[in-house]
T-cell receptor
Framework: DTGVSQDPRHKITKRGQNVTFRCDPI?????LYWYRQTLGQGPEFLTY????????KSRLLSDRFSAERPKGSFSTLEIQRTEQGDSAMYLC??????????FGQGTRLTVV | DQQVKQNSPSLRVQEGRISILNCDYT??????FLWYKKYPAEGPTFLIS?????DKNEDGRFTVFLNKSAKHLSLHIVPSQPGDSAVYFC??????????????FGTGTRLTIIP
């Protein structure tokens, strides 16, 4: 069991640049979630995939954000034209069934 | 609108004593509740969960209590150990009622175990 893997662990980017994060879920998990966590807050739901289908997006997810999960395996989260307010920890989680989701170590994004 | 609330930002407990972390929720559609533990620079780690049809679930040193009428749950850790020092998040899920089982988290309680 290799757990949920996220890459990169840290990303520093200049405002206005595009960034892409990758998540590899636990292999037999068909459900994949992206969350965002800012300082002093709990993780906030961004989007949900069941296999390759993106079934729900939070209103937190502006049109600068896009997520994909081709072939129902790994997922990518892209942020276009980054803003300082996008600085946060981006967490990926996966599950097979039930609400117990297993989280990766996160990607910490800093927009300067 | 904070649907899951953890009103104590921090808690200090002596090693060997009981730690009690509290959580309140407002949405009566939530039917499953979870506790996660988080160390700095790591993702949350699942600890224990409870379905709304139960009022208690126990796993080793960890016990979660649910009071549906009060919309309140608590996590008891006994005995507390130094390795328990972390931020603890309460989370809730509406299950199929919400279309998926996404989690709504509280803001966390930082637990410090004093040796």
């Amino acid at each position: 069991d290799t757990g949920v893997s996220q890459d990169p662990r840290h990303k520093i980017t200049k405002r206005g640049q595009n960034v892409t994060f990758r998540c590899d879920p636990i292999s037999e998990h068909n459900r994949l979630y992206w969350y965002r966590q800012t300082l002093g807050q709990g993780p906030e739901f961004l989007t949900y995939f069941q296999n390759e289908a993106q079934l729900e997006k939070s209103r937190l997810l502006s049109d600068r954000f896009s997520a994909e999960r081709p072939k129902g395996s790994f997922s990518t989260l892209e942020i276009q034209r980054t803003e300082q307010g996008d600085s946060a920890m981006y967490l990926c989680a996966s599950s097979r069934q039930g609400p117990e989701a297993f989280f990766g170590q996160g990607t910490r994004l800093t927009v300067v | 609108d904070q649907q899951v609330k953890q009103n104590s930002p921090s808690l200090r407990v002596q090693e060997g004593r009981i730690s009690i972390l509290n959580c309140d929720y407002t949405n009566s559609m939530f039917d499953y509740f979870l506790w996660y533990k988080k160390y700095p620079a790591e993702g949350p780690t699942f600890l224990i969960s409870i379905s709304s049809i139960k009022d208690k679930n126990e796993d080793g040193r960890f016990t979660v209590f649910l009071n549906k009428s009060a919309k309140h749950l608590s996590l008891h850790i006994v005995p507390s150990q130094p390795g328990d020092s972390a931020v603890y998040f309460c989370a809730a899920s509406g299950g199929p009622n919400f279309g998926n089982e996404k989690l709504t988290f509280g803001t966390g309680t930082r637990l410090t175990i004093i040796p």
